[in-house]
């Protein structure tokens, strides 16, 4: 589960808001920040909790949280302890999830019956679909080959989040999600597939960077080669 947002709203109570408990004006305080570095103080503190909120996708009431900002601020007393503050957002982000894994799943599910009709489709064993676009003739790989790739990664909605561009890359299948050894072993080298790879058999239920929970990888993959132990080595060496 990712928590970026209660990570640092948390973070930020406890340590910034609890020194200021007991007090109850702020003013009374001597400023010692002129008015632009107060300024950017705040900017950087809402740039950290707007992007928190989005990743996350959170949007709260913020008449309430800037009370609850001013509250903790000023020492007033508040609605509820710190404690049950943590579980508050804690309920309440596990419901946001809940509904955005929800929306994902069924996506996904959508997404992968509408593919399995298109002409050319073929499915795995495990749910995986494959598209031909090229059929080489060279030797598969087994799932502890290494390979050499070219390939370009994206999201159902064409989101492009990973990709070796004009230079293939070498890796161990062995290494790799499941999608991707079960969808090299189909290939023959020379070969070039579309590969609709499941959540099941890619990151699952978990955010993984770019890459939401429950998202089916969409991977054009061109398979130049399978590579000895001692070429993929020599490509650390080599990096010095």
Request: proline content about 4%.
């Amino acid at each position: 589960m990712k928590n970026t947002f209660i990570i640092i709203f948390v973070i930020f109570t406890v340590t910034f808001f609890g020194g200021c408990k007991g007090k109850t004006d702020s003013s009374q305080d001597k400023v010692n920040f002129d008015k632009d570095a107060s300024y950017a103080l705040g900017l950087n503190i809402g740039s950290s909790l707007k992007d928190g909120m989005k990743n996350d996708h959170i949007t709260p009431d913020f008449n309430e949280l800037l009370k609850g900002l001013k509250d903790g601020l000023f020492g007033k007393e508040p609605r509820f302890s710190l404690d049950e503050a943590r579980d508050k957002i804690e309920t309440a982000f596990n419901t946001v999830t809940q509904g955005k894994n929800e929306k994902a799943m069924q996506n996904e599910i959508d997404f992968l019956a509408d593919n399995a009709k298109k002409p050319g489709i073929q499915i795995t064993q495990s749910g995986m679909q494959y598209e031909v676009l090229v059929q080489g003739n060279g030797p598969k790989p087994s799932k502890d080959s290494i390979v050499k790739v070219n390939y370009e990664g994206k999201l159902i909605d064409g989101t492009v989040f990973d990709g070796t561009g004009e230079e293939p890359v070498i890796f161990p299948l062995n290494e790799v999600i499941t999608g991707w050894s079960e969808g090299l072993q189909l290939m023959n080298a020379g070969s070039k597939y579309i590969l609709y790879i499941p959540s099941e058999i890619g990151y699952g239920s978990q955010d993984y960077g770019p890459i939401p929970a429950y998202s089916t990888l969409i991977f054009t993959v061109e398979f130049i080669s399978i590579v000895s132990r001692e070429e993929y080595e020599a490509q650390f060496n080599n990096s010095y």
